[in-house]
């Protein structure tokens, strides 16, 4: 829980008018692969470029790995099947534990569900070893960045930027291909 904590902490603005340079950020890795990851690595150019313009820049990891999550009531393994092919169990088990009315979305019988989180900023890093982008569905389908785009825009984050690395058996450099992703993220980072 105390990875809840830390993210709602992050999520909410000190101050309502508050609309000043970034100065908190939550960096969530979903991956398994820890310092293996290339998706961290990504994540860590961009995060150390943004901290080159603003060394006060203050970051909380949740390594969704390795922080104690609420366990499943229930079947885990049927929780497992109905998320395969969108991303990182423990990434859905946060993204719906976060994902409270009052906090993080609202309600109005008029018009609907509305995100709070208006005026936030998202990048997210994109790596797979199965789906890429133009490839024929007979190598995957992407289901991961639709759900995550859909629940950030759900949330109120309009601005999202994708960074993705996505090499399979068909890739000619992934080599190259990482540190165009490397290097996108740090241009992203310093603009």
Same mark, same amino acid.
């Given at each position: %829980? $105390? ?5 709602? $902490?992050?999520?909410?603005? /000190?101050? =309502? /008018?508050?609309?000043?340079? %970034? ?30 313009h !603003? ?7 949740? !390594?969704?790995?390795r ?21 990182? &169990? ?10 409270? =009315? ?20 998202a /990048? ?13 569905? !007979?190598y ?8 995550? !785009?859909?629940? &950030? ?8 930027? /994708?960074? $993705?690395?996505? =090499? ?24």
């Amino acid at each position: %829980m $105390r990875a809840l904590c830390r993210a709602r $902490r992050l999520i909410l603005p /000190t101050h =309502p /008018t508050e609309r000043t340079h %970034m100065t908190k950020i939550l960096h969530i890795q979903a991956s398994p692969r820890g310092v293996d990851s290339k998706s961290n690595e990504i994540a860590r150019a961009r995060i150390d470029t943004l901290r080159q313009h !603003d060394p006060g820049l203050d970051v909380d990891t949740v !390594d969704l790995w390795r922080e104690p999550l609420p366990e499943f009531d229930g079947n885990s393994a049927a929780a497992k099947l109905t998320f395969f092919g969108v991303g990182d &169990l423990g990434l859905k088990l946060y993204i719906d534990i976060l994902t409270q =009315p009052g906090l993080l979305f609202g309600f109005d019988p008029a018009k609907g569900y509305f995100g709070l989180l208006n005026g936030k900023k998202a /990048t997210v890093v994109y790596s797979s070893g199965v789906f890429a982008p133009g490839v024929s569905p !007979d190598y995957g389908v992407d289901f991961q960045s639709s759900y995550l !785009d859909w629940w &950030l825009r759900f949330i109120g984050v309009a601005d999202i930027q /994708t960074i $993705r690395y996505q =090499p399979s058996l068909l890739s000619q450099d992934p080599v190259k291909g990482l540190n165009d992703a490397i290097n996108a993220a740090r241009k992203l980072a310093a603009a």
